[in-house]
C-alpha cells in the first residue's frame, strides 16, 4: 500500500526559509515520477516542483530559484526546500507520486498523479 506523509509546514517570515519532508512507503522512488503541490484557499491545486527518477527536476516560474525539491532514496524521503518565502507561498503544500519515466509535460496537472499525502500547512507573513 503506497502512503505519502509530508511534515515540516509551520509558520514564517516573508524572506524566511522552510523545508518539507514526504516520507513515502509502498513503493521505490526509482520507478516513480514525484512532486509538490499546492492549494490555497479558493484557489486549484498548482504544481510546484517535479522531481522524475532519473533525477530531473522542473519548478513553476512562481518559485524557480527560490525553491529546490530533492530526494533521499536511502530515507524514502521527498524534500522541498523553501527560502526567500513571500506571502503568496501560503498554503497548503501536498506531496504526490506516479509511476513514470521522466518528467511529461503535464508535470503541473493534479489528474497526473495517482498518490497523495495528506497535506501540511505553509504561512508566511509580511
Known amino acids: 500500500q503506497v502512503q505519502l506523509v509530508e511534515s515540516g509546514g509551520g509558520s514564517a517570515q516573508a524572506g524566511g526559509s522552510l523545508r518539507l519532508s514526504c516520507v513515502y512507503s509502498?513503493?521505490?522512488?526509482?520507478?516513480?515520477?514525484m512532486a509538490w503541490f499546492r492549494q490555497a484557499p479558493g484557489n486549484e491545486r498548482e504544481g510546484v516542483a517535479v522531481?522524475?527518477?532519473?533525477?530531473?527536476?522542473r519548478y513553476a516560474d512562481s518559485v524557480k530559484g527560490r525553491f529546490t525539491i530533492s530526494k533521499d532514496n536511502a530515507k524514502n524521503t521527498l524534500y522541498l526546500q523553501m527560502n526567500s518565502l513571500k506571502p503568496e507561498d501560503t498554503a497548503m503544500y501536498y506531496c504526490?507520486?506516479?509511476?513514470?519515466?521522466?518528467?511529461?509535460?503535464?508535470?503541473?496537472?493534479?489528474?497526473?498523479?495517482?498518490?497523495w499525502g495528506q497535506g501540511t500547512q505553509v504561512t508566511v507573513s509580511s
Open positions: 504526490a507520486a506516479v509511476s513514470w519515466t521522466g518528467v511529461p509535460l503535464s508535470w503541473a496537472q493534479r489528474s497526473f498523479y495517482r498518490y
Open positions: 509502498g513503493y521505490s522512488s526509482s520507478s516513480y515520477c
Open positions: 522531481i522524475a527518477r532519473d533525477g530531473t527536476t
